[in-house]
Every structure is written in C-alpha cells, then in structure tokens.
Nanobody, 120 residues
Framework: QLVESGGGLVQAGESLRLSCTAS??????VGWFRQAPGKEREFVAS????????EVGNSVKDRFTISRDNDKNTVYLQMNSLKSEDTALYHC?????????????????WGQGTQVTVST
C-alpha cells in the first residue's frame, strides 16, 4: 500500500515536498500523477528503483524533482515555484505494466492522494 502526504495550501511561488511511502519494500517504478477537477489525470514524474532513471512531465520539468530513499521506502516529489495550475490531487502508484511510462493505465496500487492547492 502507498500513502501520500505533504500536500497543503500554499501561495504561488512557494514550495512543497510530497512523500509517497510504501508499507513494504518494492522494486517497482513509482510514478506521481495529478488530477485537477474536470481534467484528466496527468503524469508528473517517475523514478526507478535505483533512482538513475527519472522522467518528469513537460509542464513541471523545470520546477519539480523526484527522488527516493529506499531505506525509508519513500519517494519524494519536490515542487518548487508552484503555480495556480499545479492545484490538483496528487497520487503515487507502482508501474506494474509494460506499456508507456507516462500512461496511468500502466500503474496500480494507487494511494488515496494528497491535495495541493496553490493560491495567487
């Protein structure tokens, strides 16, 4: 099971760090996705077990970074220079499929999500 935390209400330009913590160690790729009201789920970032293979979505590429601490079974999403359009419910999940890295359909074991709200 995956549990997300770290969301909250911030001002535009501020930062947040989200955490995705697993109850047991896993070697799956972990992905972060977000979904705003009325919009489709969007790929944010992913990281493999070693941390050497990282993908970041185009809309956040220069502002968000992903990392992991395998000793803590936790993947982090550092979000800097937040914008109002980053407001969404953020989820993490394991990539269990063999299809495209950025396709949410390839992921399972979704957490309950953590809400990020950016005010202007």
């Amino acid at each position: 099971q995956l549990v997300e935390s770290g969301g909250g209400l911030v001002q535009a330009g501020e930062s947040l760090r989200l955490s995705c913590t697993a109850s047991v160690r896993s070697t799956y790729i972990v992905g972060w996705f977000r979904q705003a009201p009325g919009k489709e789920r969007e790929f944010v970032a992913s990281i493999n077990w070693s941390g050497r293979s990282i993908e970041v979505g185009n809309s956040v590429k220069d502002r968000f970074t992903i990392s992991r601490d395998n000793d803590k079974n936790t993947v982090y999403l550092q979000m800097n220079s937040l914008k109002s359009e980053d407001t969404a419910l953020y989820h993490c999940a394991y990539k269990v499929g063999v299809g495209p890295l950025r396709a949410s359909s390839e992921y399972a074991y979704w957490g309950q999500g953590t809400q990020v709200t950016v005010s202007t």
